[in-house]
């Protein structure tokens, strides 16, 4: 898919202007709009997403008449396909020449098929606005006026999942591009990018590692799942999370798959919650389906990051991390102590007549 395809929204704009005589000024009574919301949704650049993900969406606002009673502007983002409540933004009002962008956020569902954006100019019941008050003290009954958009196309698509799958006994070999030219940035972050591969992997099983030493010298780990909605189809410009991940997709008849391989970028921030600088780095990219014990470590960067993996209680000195059954493998065949017959022996792992 290509990431720089412009997009074209269709929407509907439905203003309902209702008149509010308790609150009189030089416009108030024709009911005219205060307010303006460009119609060039921006969903910041997120295009596919898993199902149940929270999208950041902004929305530019102009003042086109005044209005001499106290106000603030209200913007309420919801979609549909769900029964979560409406994100809403409070702004106070804007200067005449004022051109400000909101931003808000999204629920998107497999089920999702509009984008609402309701601005709403509510009228204070104090001169100014109280703010001590509670929202549902502050305001008048009836806002002045209102505009909607309804945006049902170019909005944020779920991706497919395959199911997780084994791995071959030879596990796929995987090369990768590491770009730290940001990491010293404020906001800095690392990328990864995969440069070839020899099999496509299902993203549920993809999991970054990362560990490090934080400022009061404390060992932290965290451990992103690509697939989770916090991460996948974000980047370090649309969102907060120590993890994001870019899917090159091949999208046929509206619908794409998503899977780990050629093109697919990861990226991580370089600071901490506070801002300061990871030091000690250590990360491993793996997959991971120890369930039926298989997984592959496809790569490592730094001293990389040690986790039990198929929880059996060893980590970093596991010979087998995806399989709970085994740990050693003394002489160094692929075949554990648990089930070698001749765990000393290389050349021998199998015991068929229980002679030794």
Not at 47 to 58: D, N
Not at 263 to 291: H, N
């Amino acid at each position: 898919m290509n990431p720089h395809v412009q997009k074209v929204l269709v929407f509907s704009v439905v203003f309902a202007f209702l008149c509010v005589a308790s609150a009189p000024s030089a416009f108030a009574e024709d009911s005219e709009p205060i307010y303006w919301m460009d119609s060039d949704v921006d969903f910041n650049s997120v295009e596919w997403v898993m199902t149940g993900t929270t999208v950041p969406v902004s929305v530019e606002i102009s003042k086109i008449n005044e209005l001499s009673s106290s106000h603030m502007i209200a913007i309420h983002y919801q979609t549909d396909g769900h029964v979560l409540h409406v994100h809403s933004v409070y702004i106070p009002s804007m200067e005449s020449s004022n051109v400000i962008e909101v931003q808000g956020e999204v629920y998107i569902k497999w089920s999702t098929t509009k984008v609402d954006i309701e601005l709403e100019v509510l009228l204070c019941t104090d001169d100014p606005c109280d703010m001590s008050k509670p929202i549902e003290e502050r305001f008048e009954a009836e806002p002045h006026s209102n505009q909607i958009l309804s945006i049902d196309s170019n909005i944020p698509n779920v991706v497919q999942l395959q199911g997780l799958e084994k791995l071959p006994a030879e596990p796929p070999r995987f090369t990768f591009d590491y770009d730290d030219s940001n990491g010293q940035a404020e906001d800095g972050f690392w990328s990864i990018s995969v440069t070839s591969n020899q099999m496509d992997l299902p993203i549920q099983g993809m999991n970054m590692c990362i560990n490090w030493v934080n400022s009061q010298g404390e060992y932290e780990q965290e451990i992103w799942n690509l697939a989770n909605n916090t991460v996948y189809g974000f980047n370090p410009t649309n969102s907060e999370s120590r993890v994001t991940f870019y899917d090159v997709l091949d999208v046929v008849n509206g619908d794409a798959v998503a899977t780990f391989g050629t093109g697919d970028t990861l990226y991580i921030r370089s600071q901490d919650d506070a801002g300061l600088a990871l030091e000690g780095v250590g990360m491993s990219l793996v997959y991971d389906y120890s369930s039926l014990n298989s997984g592959a470590i496809l790569g490592i960067w730094g001293e990389g990051c040690s986790y039990d993996w198929d929880d059996d209680g060893v980590s970093g000195l596991d010979a087998f991390p995806f399989d709970a059954s085994e740990q050693t493998d003394s002489d160094d065949d692929g075949v554990g102590d648990n089930t070698d017959a001749f765990p000393d022996d290389p050349n021998e792992t199998v015991d068929s007549d229980s002679d030794g």
